[in-house]
């Protein structure tokens, strides 16, 4: 629940410390105190995004979520980790198929080790105007991995599922 507060008790409330709440308006224009969780629940229910969480699993096995299919454009967030132990990655990427078979199909690694041993991993393949991408699962919780959709449309199987051998891994 988000509370309304001055902007005084807000800088006292600071100290020196790292914040665990972020002061926003709302839409009355009055200052209210929110924790990022609250805030991003706040964003997804207002449609600015979407979020779509990774079933709990191994940590080592494959789910195939997501499929871009023929005329869709997407970009979109991958949060991902494996083990509490191991480092998480976020990835941003971008896939769009159009008509004509013309598909693309890019990824970046802002932070973490994606495809080492133990570690987050994706891969790819385009075929027959549809873009399939995998993920590896989460050991740690049903909320600790998840896609966050910026814009565009996809379809999100979630479904475990090998990739075959001519998936592509993004290099790093």
């Not at 699993?57 to 494959?62: D, I, L, M, N, S």
């Not at 891969?123 to 699962?137: H, L, Q």
């Not at 049903?142 to 998936?167: D, R």
Request: aromatic share 8%.
């Amino acid at each position: 629940m988000m509370e309304k507060i001055t902007n005084k008790e807000y800088q006292n409330s600071l100290g020196n410390g790292v914040p665990t709440k972020i002061q926003a308006i709302d839409a009355n224009g009055d200052p209210i105190l929110s924790t990022p969780s609250e805030l991003m629940t706040a964003l997804e229910n207002a449609g600015m995004f979407k979020r779509i969480f990774f079933p709990l699993g191994t940590g080592a096995k494959w789910l195939k979520i997501m499929e871009i299919k023929r005329g869709i454009n997407c970009s979109f967030l991958l949060n991902m980790i494996c083990y509490a132990n191991q480092p998480a990655s976020i990835i941003v990427g971008y896939a769009m198929s159009y008509e004509g078979n013309v598909m693309h199909c890019d990824f970046k690694q802002l932070i973490g080790k994606a495809g080492e041993s133990y570690n987050p991993n994706i891969k790819y393949r385009k075929e027959n105007g549809i873009i399939s991408i995998w993920a590896k699962d989460s050991a740690v919780s049903n909320k600790a991995s998840c896609i966050t959709i910026l814009h565009g449309n996809a379809e999100f199987p979630m479904i475990i599922e090998t990739p075959p051998e001519e998936a592509i891994q993004p290099i790093w």
